[in-house]
């Protein structure tokens, strides 16, 4: 076999392995429920060793939301999910498959769409199943307030956990699990040009909360990518004169707990951030205390963003990657092409 030309690999981080991330139906449990029969013998080894251990997700709900099984012929074209501020907004339990428009803006299995701040109704979706659909899995979008837990997302195209204009804030993901983000080319249906280099989550304001989540199986794990400024319809709204729309300053919120495995390339990727276009260039993050002015000193004073407890393991090139003001504790990287890779 020959080495990958493409960007997803290059020629440092060798030969290509595939994807072993397998999917199985459950046809006998038995009576201690300790031992599951499959309908198939598993492909891969899976061990639990250490601090290393298979997921394992269920996919399937009694509450589905889909589209028609021919959605696939009629080119990843199939119903979307968008959800707008009301009195009540709770999710819980349920099964998204077969959903999104790939190539369509706004057409998302899941969208929280435009909500602003809701605080006050305190909207979730939690312990439910997003899997093998078009585009996307679960999308925030100018809303802030959104808590995201326990849920099962896989098989995509393009990014998967995604915050959408860069100033989402406020919002919470705990104990999610991601994996199989599949990579996709702007003139093949990707929305952004990122899309060909797909993450579990990807993260364009940083001042949010990521407790307890496993992200596998995507070009990065965690992809803080933030632009200088808001982008679409969130520099419509704020306007380039806001003082505070600077997601590239803002503070980390949370990131704890969280652990990234068998990525493509990094675990926890803070690099090459957004630009107007959508395009990425290398870039540092170092957050501030707002407001914020284009001038020196940039912000009100030099915060910390500290990321703690995180586990990074077998991915082909970097537990962590990043810049500058970063702090780690308790970090734990092992079985990665290297482990940290921080600069600047």
């Known amino acids: 076999s020959s080495k990958y ?79 707008r501020k009301g009195k009540v907004l709770e999710l819980s339990g349920i099964e998204v498959t077969r959903m999104g428009q790939r190539g369509v803006l706004a057409r998302y299995p899941v969208h929280f769409h435009n909500m602003s701040d809701v605080e006050d109704i305190k909207p979730f979706i939690q312990y439910s199943s997003i899997h093998n659909n078009f585009q996307r899995c679960l999308v925030v979008h100018q809303s802030h307030g959104v808590t995201i837990r326990g849920n099962v997302a896989f098989n995509t195209s393009g990014h998967c956990y995604f915050l959408e204009d860069g100033m989402e804030h406020g919002n919470v993901f705990d104990k999610n699990l991601g994996a199989s983000a599949k990579p996709i080319a702007k003139g093949d249906g990707g929305l952004l040009p990122t899309d060909n280099r797909a993450s579990i989550f990807w993260i364009v304001n940083p001042n949010n909360t990521w407790t307890n989540n496993s992200a596998v199986g995507g070009q990065h794990g965690f992809w803080f990518a933030m632009p200088v400024r808001p982008r679409n319809l969130a520099l419509k709204l704020y306007g380039v004169n806001d003082a505070y729309a600077w997601p590239r300053k803002h503070p980390l919120g949370k990131f704890d707990g969280n652990v990234a495995h068998s990525n493509r390339e990094n675990g926890l990727h803070i690099d090459d951030m957004e630009n107007e276009d959508g395009t990425t260039s290398l870039a540092d993050y170092t957050p501030m205390m707002g407001p914020y002015k284009t001038e020196y000193p940039y912000g009100s004073g030099f915060l910390e963003a500290h990321f703690t407890n995180f586990l990074a393991y077998k991915n082909r090139d970097s537990g962590v990657w990043g810049k500058t003001s970063l702090r780690f504790s308790k970090c734990i990287l092992e079985d990665n092409n290297r482990g940290f890779m921080v600069n600047g």
Do not use: C
């Open 5 to 83: 030309s493409s960007t997803l690999y290059g020629p440092a981080m060798g030969y290509p392995f595939p994807d072993q991330t397998e999917k199985r139906t459950i046809t006998a449990i038995s009576s201690d429920k300790k031992t599951l029969t499959l309908d198939s013998a598993l492909t891969y080894t899976h061990w639990g060793s250490g601090n290393q251990f298979a997921e394992v997700g269920m996919l399937n709900r009694k509450i589905v939301i889909t589209s028609s099984e021919d959605s696939d012929a009629d080119g990843a074209y199939g119903g979307h999910f968008l959800m």
